[in-house]
């Protein structure tokens, strides 16, 4: 988008917030007025570091913060820890996932921690490198062979990707997100992109 | 009993009894609309602006809404986004003789909330086609009759599409057709050159420009943000509640009651007429009677069909109207066997801007002209190509900083599509009452029985076949056909249950939507339709009920009521 067209797209959603305040009866808040200008909500995300677990017991935290640490890092952006990855895990495993996979995952968590620290370093001793081998070797492993239900690694990964791409850094910081954007169009280049994946 | 008194009763407020509320109000008739569920009013939407972080969960359906609602989890819509749209199961408990996908919204809007705007009309090809393959009854209706109130549905409504000139799929009054995305653009001319098969955009209610009317000063142009399930402060989509139920209060005539749960019709059998309605509230368990010189029914074509079955008397020992023994039977819906997908090269520098509410649509070609197969009618498909998401990676073995990198570009291409079949309707397939088992208000329970059988199923084998062969033609890579095991209900297009037609002794309903034996009840929703097309019903009912209410203020007028 050139110069003109954001100064447009902000012309309309300044109409746009007329409407609204007027569809409201004129009662509008500041923070919400300030999101529609923003094109995002003013609500900041829930911090990931020390979490209070609805899922994880002892230890288990504490190894899936350190896969979702080593799978999304922080790098010159936000990682999975800065988008409370670990949280979110808890919280999907305790409140979406059914009894058997969340026993599947636990004992997941448990084996992938021994089976990590039988090379002599247990896993949350390593250090950010060995980990990472150790979480790319569970990975590679689970694509060779064949699984009868998913494996725990992969699970992993799936949440920490979705936990992580729906966080608030994880979506402005790597995606287009435009909560009104008012028009589509079918054909951009990605040069004409702000950012070339554009959040929907 | 003078409180209680009405011109007119609505019962429901959805798709079909919002436009009943519209337009008895707007003809003067002091009207009563009674829906079952709650409030909801115009622009209060509790997630419709929520950030994809503000849901929790990663918008996945929870344990607790599996639990409570394991029929409307038998589809992906009751996410934290939208799950307050969809009836709590344990609750309204009905009976699966076969399994029957039943998806409902108790609500003030109903399903117009979360329907997917898809707005299609059915051409001669459809009214005529019972008749001249002597399938169930004929359609009392013509194209030609019903096109003036398809075009007041249209313009009221707002529906965007292109003009096409297809015969099987008559154009009607657009606003402003949505983009086709470059892959779709290409997947089109694939299409054309080389199965000589048409690919456009879906026609939608959303609002690609300003209405061309002003009777509808609350809603505003679609903003593209396609969460219209949720429910579109900016009135970018037709829902009543955005658009026909303000038209009905500005009226003055319209009042407006949540939480009444209609479960009878009054009949007096001096008069030959029903006399109003019985009512429980669903909050106190109180009930109430009450009056008007005609009552539409719009309650969904199982719900007044219920009702109807519910309404005894010794005029109507077997439900109210059901003279010919067809009321609840004949329930149609789409067929929806499955999905189709491949990926697409190239296309890797381009991508689209907004979110779409709608995707393309394949009209029927089956059975069209002079192609000819050994079924009848046909299917049209669904779709849409996107550039894919972080979600591939789910594929690969990435991790780590080059994950995060990959995942700054866009993934490749794909196109998906679904096909929607028409199913015939069969006396076989129906709805009835089992007053042995009751629900928490007392109230029996509606029991349903209907299946595909033999027309639906060797349909299916083109609607996978030609799947495959067209994303093929197109030279598209990695072609899956999907199957599933698809239960009626499961398009949430139920139907059928209270067909329109001349004979009475073979229908329920005139060719106004007027019951044969009691011309002052109107029954408007799906439940009118003798046979089903495979294109999105919902316009067909705005048009429809439209219809029928300005024949019943012309024969209020006349004294015929």
Same mark, same amino acid.
């Given at each position: 988008?050139?110069?003109?067209?954001?100064?447009?797209?902000?012309?309309?959603?300044?109409?746009?917030?007329?409407?609204?305040?007027?569809?409201?009866?004129?009662?509008?808040?500041?923070?919400?007025?300030?999101?529609?200008?923003?094109?995002?909500?003013?609500?900041?995300?829930?911090? $990931?570091? @020390?979490?209070?677990?609805?899922?994880?017991?002892? !230890?288990? &935290?504490? *190894?899936?913060? =350190? #896969?979702?640490?080593?799978?999304?890092?922080?790098?010159?952006?936000?990682?999975?820890?800065?988008?409370?990855?670990?949280?979110?895990?808890?919280?999907?495993?305790?409140?979406?996932?059914?009894?058997?996979?969340?026993?599947?995952?636990?004992?997941?968590?448990?084996?992938?921690?021994?089976?990590?620290?039988?090379? $002599?370093? @247990?896993?949350?001793?390593?250090?950010?490198?060995? !980990?990472? &081998?150790? *979480?790319?070797? =569970? #990975?590679?492993?689970?694509?060779?062979?064949?699984?009868?239900?998913?494996?725990?690694?992969?699970?992993?990964?799936?949440?920490?990707?979705?936990?992580?791409?729906?966080?608030?850094?994880?979506?402005?910081?790597?995606?287009?997100?435009?909560?009104?954007?008012?028009?589509?169009?079918?054909?951009?280049?990605?040069?004409?992109?702000?950012?070339?994946?554009?959040?929907? | 009993?003078?409180?209680?008194?009405?011109?007119?009763?609505?019962?429901?407020?959805?798709?079909?009894?919002?436009?009943?509320?519209?337009?008895?109000?707007?003809?003067?008739?002091?009207?009563?609309?009674?829906?079952?569920?709650?409030?909801?009013?115009?622009?209060?939407?509790?997630?419709?602006?929520?950030?994809?972080?503000?849901?929790?969960?990663?918008?996945?359906?929870?344990?607790?809404?599996?639990?409570?609602?394991?029929?409307?989890?038998?589809?992906?819509?009751?996410?934290?986004?939208?799950?307050?749209?969809?009836?709590?199961?344990?609750?309204?408990?009905?009976?699966?003789?076969?399994?029957?996908?039943?998806?409902?919204?108790?609500?003030?809007?109903?399903?117009?909330?979360?329907?997917?705007?898809?707005?299609?009309?059915?051409?001669?090809?459809?009214?005529?086609?019972?008749?001249?393959?002597?399938?169930?009854?004929?359609?009392?209706?013509?194209?030609?009759?019903?096109?003036?109130?398809?075009?007041?549905?249209?313009?009221?409504?707002?529906?965007?599409?292109?003009?096409?000139?297809?015969?099987?799929?008559?154009?009607?009054?657009?606003?402003?057709?949505?983009?086709?995305?470059?892959?779709?653009?290409?997947?089109?001319?694939?299409?054309?050159?080389?199965?000589?098969?048409?690919?456009?955009?879906?026609?939608?209610?959303?609002?690609?420009?300003?209405?061309?009317?002003?009777?509808?000063?609350?809603?505003?142009?679609?903003?593209?943000?396609?969460?219209?399930?949720?429910?579109?402060?900016?009135?970018?989509?037709?829902?009543?509640?955005?658009?026909?139920?303000?038209?009905?209060?500005?009226?003055?005539?319209?009042?407006?009651?949540?939480?009444?749960?209609?479960?009878?019709?009054?009949?007096?059998?001096?008069?030959?007429?029903?006399?109003?309605?019985?009512?429980?509230?669903?909050?106190?368990?109180?009930?109430?009677?009450?009056?008007?010189?005609?009552?539409?029914?719009?309650?969904?074509?199982?719900?007044?069909?219920?009702?109807?079955?519910?309404?005894?008397?010794?005029?109507?020992?077997?439900?109210?109207?059901?003279?010919?023994?067809?009321?609840?039977?004949?329930?149609?819906?789409?067929?929806?066997?499955?999905?189709?997908?491949?990926?697409?090269?190239?296309?890797?520098?381009?991508?689209?801007?907004?979110?779409?509410?709608?995707?393309?649509?394949?009209?029927?070609?089956?059975?069209?002209?002079?192609?000819?197969?050994?079924?009848?009618?046909?299917?049209?498909?669904?779709?849409?190509?996107?550039?894919?998401?972080?979600?591939?990676?789910?594929?690969?073995?990435?991790?780590?900083?080059?994950?995060?990198?990959?995942?700054?570009?866009?993934?490749?291409?794909?196109?998906?599509?679904?096909?929607?079949?028409?199913?015939?309707?069969?006396?076989?397939?129906?709805?009835?009452?089992?007053?042995?088992?009751?629900?928490?208000?007392?109230?029996?329970?509606?029991?349903?029985?209907?299946?595909?059988?033999?027309?639906?199923?060797?349909?299916?084998?083109?609607?996978?076949?030609?799947?495959?062969?067209?994303?093929?033609?197109?030279?598209?890579?990695?072609?899956?056909?999907?199957?599933?095991?698809?239960?009626?209900?499961?398009?949430?297009?139920?139907?059928?249950?209270?067909?329109?037609?001349?004979?009475?002794?073979?229908?329920?309903?005139?060719?106004?939507?007027?019951?044969?034996?009691?011309?002052?009840?109107?029954?408007?929703?799906?439940?009118?339709?003798?046979?089903?097309?495979?294109?999105?019903?919902?316009?067909?009912?705005?048009?429809?009920?439209?219809?029928?209410?300005?024949?019943?203020?012309?024969?209020?007028?006349?004294?015929?009521?």
């Amino acid at each position: 988008m050139n110069g003109s067209d954001e100064s447009l797209e902000m012309l309309e959603r300044r109409a746009l917030l007329k409407r609204v305040a007027w569809m409201l009866g004129g009662a509008v808040s500041a923070p919400a007025a300030l999101a529609i200008l923003q094109g995002c909500s003013a609500k900041e995300p829930v911090p $990931g570091a @020390a979490i209070a677990s609805k899922f994880f017991k002892g !230890r288990q &935290a504490d *190894v899936v913060t =350190a #896969i979702a640490d080593v799978l999304i890092p922080r790098t010159d952006t936000s990682g999975a820890l800065d988008a409370g990855v670990p949280a979110f895990i808890d919280a999907v495993m305790a409140d979406v996932y059914p009894k058997d996979a969340q026993e599947r995952f636990s004992a997941g968590i448990d084996e992938f921690e021994t089976a990590a620290g039988s090379g $002599g370093t @247990a896993f949350l001793e390593q250090d950010t490198a060995q !980990r990472a &081998a150790t *979480v790319q070797q =569970a #990975i590679d492993a689970a694509f060779t062979g064949e699984h009868k239900d998913k494996p725990f690694i992969l699970v992993a990964r799936e949440l920490t990707l979705l936990g992580f791409y729906t966080s608030r850094v994880g979506v402005t910081e790597n995606m287009e997100y435009v909560a009104v954007p008012t028009v589509y169009h079918g054909c951009v280049p990605l040069s004409q992109m702000k950012k070339h994946v554009y959040w929907e | 009993m003078e409180q209680n008194s009405f011109d007119a009763i609505v019962v429901g407020s959805g798709m079909s009894g919002g436009w009943a509320a519209k337009e008895l109000t707007e003809k003067g008739l002091k009207t009563l609309v009674l829906e079952r569920g709650r409030m909801v009013r115009h622009p209060d939407y509790p997630t419709a602006t929520k950030d994809p972080w503000e849901l929790p969960y990663g918008n996945r359906i929870t344990q607790e809404t599996r639990h409570r609602k394991p029929v409307q989890s038998r589809t992906g819509y009751p996410t934290p986004a939208n799950q307050h749209w969809f009836v709590d199961d344990l609750d309204n408990p009905y009976v699966e003789e076969q399994p029957f996908d039943w998806l409902r919204g108790y609500h003030v809007g109903g399903r117009s909330l979360m329907w997917a705007r898809q707005s299609y009309r059915f051409g001669p090809l459809d009214f005529e086609a019972n008749a001249k393959e002597g399938v169930a009854i004929p359609w009392p209706v013509t194209y030609d009759e019903i096109a003036p109130w398809y075009d007041k549905a249209e313009i009221f409504a707002g529906i965007s599409g292109s003009v096409e000139g297809l015969y099987q799929l008559p154009d009607g009054k657009f606003l402003p057709p949505h983009d086709l995305n470059c892959v779709e653009v290409d997947f089109k001319k694939r299409l054309d050159e080389k199965l000589g098969r048409k690919l456009i955009i879906g026609r939608c209610a959303n609002l690609t420009a300003p209405l061309t009317h002003n009777e509808s000063p609350q809603r505003g142009t679609c903003q593209a943000r396609n969460m219209c399930i949720r429910g579109c402060p900016f009135g970018g989509y037709f829902s009543s509640v955005s658009a026909t139920l303000p038209s009905a209060e500005r009226t003055g005539n319209m009042t407006l009651k949540p939480n009444q749960i209609v479960y009878e019709l009054i009949y007096d059998n001096d008069k030959g007429k029903a006399t109003g309605v019985r009512v429980l509230d669903s909050e106190t368990g109180k009930q109430t009677d009450y009056f008007a010189k005609i009552v539409f029914l719009c309650a969904s074509a199982l719900g007044s069909a219920y009702i109807m079955l519910n309404s005894t008397s010794s005029r109507f020992p077997n439900g109210f109207g059901n003279d010919s023994g067809e009321l609840g039977h004949n329930i149609m819906d789409h067929n929806k066997p499955g999905n189709s997908n491949a990926s697409v090269e190239g296309y890797l520098e381009v991508a689209y801007t907004g979110r779409r509410p709608n995707g393309f649509y394949i009209p029927r070609y089956r059975n069209v002209g002079k192609d000819k197969r050994g079924y009848l009618r046909g299917f049209g498909y669904q779709g849409r190509a996107a550039r894919s998401n972080y979600n591939r990676f789910n594929d690969t073995p990435l991790m780590g900083a080059e994950l995060k990198k990959a995942a700054l570009e866009p993934g490749p291409w794909t196109v998906g599509m679904t096909a929607f079949g028409e199913i015939l309707p069969y006396h076989e397939n129906y709805a009835r009452l089992d007053r042995d088992k009751k629900d928490k208000h007392g109230l029996p329970l509606l029991v349903v029985n209907a299946v595909v059988r033999e027309n639906e199923r060797k349909m299916e084998e083109d609607m996978k076949n030609d799947a495959a062969e067209m994303l093929e033609a197109a030279g598209y890579k990695n072609v899956t056909v999907k199957s599933d095991a698809y239960h009626v209900g499961n398009s949430i297009h139920e139907s059928g249950t209270a067909r329109m037609g001349n004979d009475p002794k073979k229908s329920v309903l005139n060719k106004f939507n007027q019951v044969h034996a009691c011309k002052n009840v109107f029954v408007t929703d799906g439940s009118f339709m003798p046979s089903f097309g495979c294109q999105n019903p919902s316009l067909t009912y705005m048009a429809f009920t439209a219809r029928a209410a300005d024949h019943a203020v012309n024969e209020l007028k006349k004294g015929n009521l």
